[in-house]
């Protein structure tokens, strides 16, 4: 799977766990922690993460930081699906 392709999925699950606009461009560094993102909703979406590429995140990793924009969960993401 490529980059970008990684990118539009979470893009999307980003938008509908925040309850965006779907016309709405969410730039890769745009702070998501701006468009609603706490940590109840962060939850969510690693569920989802998890869910949609197979993969498991560290309790270690799950902090809101790390899934504060577009851009750190595709490297996230990547990381665990490239290794």
Do not use: C, H, T, W
């Not at 949609?52 to 995140?57: L, N, R, T």
């Amino acid at each position: 799977m490529k980059r970008e392709e990684i990118e539009n999925q979470i893009k999307q699950k980003v938008i509908e766990i925040l309850e965006l606009d779907q016309n709405r461009n969410v730039e890769p560094q745009e702070d998501l922690i701006m468009l609603g993102l706490d940590s109840f909703k962060s939850v969510s979406l690693v569920v989802e993460l998890e869910m949609m590429f197979d993969i498991e995140f560290a309790d270690d990793e799950l902090l809101l930081q790390n899934y504060s924009s577009i851009e750190r969960i595709v490297d996230n993401v990547s990381n665990r699906l490239f290794v």
